[in-house]
């Protein structure tokens, strides 16, 4: 199994921004997608021209895949399938005192616990963590973005936690978890549209092993547009889909992040968005072109393969001319075919000046409107700008990490949306009351329906109700009608429940106010007679 560093051909790490940058398009040198059998030979492995930290990553990722438990745990013959409790021999089977695989073998069991992770996806997080860790021992903060289930985050954690020994560390007290040292420890924040209930049972096993990263540890339930990069944070990112990848790229630049990528289902296709960022000279028409000069070169060159390798060089291209050191580690293949890993690091100067931050490192990020990637749509669809939100601060300081843990969770994420979309939640319910009596009834004057009456009746049964903190709110809602045929009139009064506090009602409260609806329509009846139509 081949494990490496790769970086493109360039005559320098560092390339001036695309106003004064026009090469040929044509002068990219991708690695070639070729399948490996040997840790030394296969893929052609092209050499960095800088000296920041270079990664090997065989010396790390070695020991793992002649693990006894990567060896049963075929990925190729079941992908998909869970990690159970009957798997958990597997990783108490090598009972030697060699650091390299003590914390994998303590990640696997809790894995299996868990019963919610893919073999596929625990061998790939790990390889991909170990790398992200070796690359970055220093970074204190990370966000995990487009997180899924959290599974990086914890093992970011757990690696910092645990100093993750690598073959010829001499180091005894490296396995000793960080509490016991005075070194900073590490946090990390995940951020996802939808926090899965798997999130909940690795998080309950991780803390119940480490109890120590329960405060290190957060989950928001957010869009990534309303994260708030900072140069102090690690941007990270396992199997970023489509033009996902290019987007974290975007912010990373804006921002003067370190990145850490693994890119997913590639795409050159304009339709779904794809569009080269500036900085990398080039269009889509032209990397559409150079994928398939590419296919030529090799008959068992597939196209997927193809596109991978020059989307990822486009991408490893721009991070360069945009000031950053980049290394690309594969991954071994046998536990993921997208087994790029992107790892950049800005050089300070060059970035500052690219992020448009002249020097200002304060983490703030251009406008979204002046930014290439938000302008990026498919042709013909219509640009909607995301709704209004929170904000995440991804800074590494005390205040920017404790409101991180504020707006945590899952509960809190459904406030926010309770309060973004009110009308959705709010329990408000509508009715038509007639204003004057049918024509040949005792009585054909007005008499007293108002919407203060109404609020007289609402609020009375509210009070009503015990261990129910509900209140009703009534208002006239559009003009009176007039029925032509009859002359009579009538109007729509809305009928609003909420809590005390006037926040919308949720869950067992909503089945409350549901019947103080009830009494309330009883009671007008009783007081003014049959008029609701």
Not at 70 to 77: G, P, R
Not at 293 to 307: F, I, L, P, Q, S
Not at 401 to 409: D, P
Not at 488 to 495: D, M, N, T
Request: with cysteine; hydrophobic share 35%; proline share 5%.
């Amino acid at each position: 199994m081949i494990l490496f560093i790769a970086t493109t051909l360039f005559t320098s790490s560092v390339v001036a921004p695309c106003a004064s940058f026009s090469p040929s398009p044509y002068n990219l040198n991708v690695p070639k997608h070729s399948k490996c059998t040997t840790s030394t030979g296969g893929k052609t492995a092209l050499h960095s021209t800088n000296n920041i930290h270079n990664l090997d990553p065989s010396s790390i990722l070695d020991p793992i895949i002649q693990h006894p438990a990567t060896q049963a745990l075929s990925v190729e013959i079941r992908p998909r399938s869970r990690l159970k409790r009957s798997h958990q021999h597997l990783f108490t089977s090598n009972n030697t005192n060699n650091s390299t695989t003590a914390l994998f073998d303590e990640l696997g069991l809790i894995a299996c616990q868990t019963g919610v992770v893919c073999r596929k996806e625990f061998l790939e997080t790990y390889a991909a963590a170990a790398c992200i860790h070796a690359k970055f021992p220093n970074s204190k903060r990370m966000a995990d973005l487009a997180a899924g289930h959290g599974l990086l985050s914890w093992f970011l954690l757990a690696l910092d936690n645990y100093d993750y020994d690598v073959p010829g560390d001499n180091n005894k007290n490296a396995n000793l978890p960080k509490s016991k040292d005075s070194r900073r420890p590490r946090t990390v924040i995940c951020v996802d549209r939808r926090m899965p209930r798997s999130a909940d049972a690795i998080a309950a096993a991780m803390i119940d092993r480490y109890p120590e990263l329960e405060d290190r540890w957060s989950y928001v339930q957010s869009d990534l547009s309303s994260i708030v990069p900072h140069p102090s944070c690690l941007l990270t990112s396992v199997h970023a889909c489509g033009t996902l990848s290019d987007a974290l790229i975007e912010t990373t630049i804006g921002a003067g992040c370190p990145l850490a990528l693994v890119p997913c289902c590639h795409t050159v296709k304009e339709r779904k968005g794809y569009r080269p960022h500036l900085l990398s000279g080039m269009v889509a028409e032209e990397v559409v072109a150079l994928v398939e000069e590419r296919k030529k070169e090799r008959e068992d060159y597939a196209k997927h393969e193809a596109v991978a390798d020059v989307v990822d060089e486009v991408r490893c291209r721009t991070l360069r001319n945009a000031g950053y050191v980049v290394e690309e580690v594969m991954l071994p293949e046998a536990f993921t075919a997208r087994n790029r890993l992107l790892l950049a690091e800005p050089i300070t100067a060059a970035a500052s000046t690219v992020a448009g931050t002249d020097g200002n490192r304060s983490g703030e990020i251009v406008n979204d409107k002046s930014r290439p990637f938000f302008e990026r749509r498919a042709k013909g669809e219509p640009m909607h700008p995301p709704p209004e939100s929170i904000q995440i601060p991804l800074a590494d300081d005390p205040e920017s990490i404790a409101q991180c843990h504020a707006v945590s969770g899952r509960a809190r994420a459904a406030t926010r949306m309770v309060e973004q979309i009110p009308r959705h939640f709010s329990l408000t319910i509508a009715i038509s009351i007639w204003l004057t009596r049918e024509k040949g009834s005792s009585s054909d004057s007005n008499f007293d329906v108002t919407a203060e009456t109404l609020q007289n009746v609402a609020t009375k049964c509210c009070g009503e109700i015990e261990m129910q903190e509900i209140q009703c709110t009534v208002e006239a809602f559009g003009e009176v009608n007039v029925q032509s045929a009859t002359g009579r009139r009538s109007q729509l009064y809305k009928f609003k429940y909420t809590k005390m506090d006037g926040t919308s009602i949720s869950g067992d409260g909503r089945g409350a106010a549901k019947a103080i609806h009830g009494m309330v329509r009883e009671r007008i009846i009783g007081t003014f007679g049959d008029l609701i139509r």
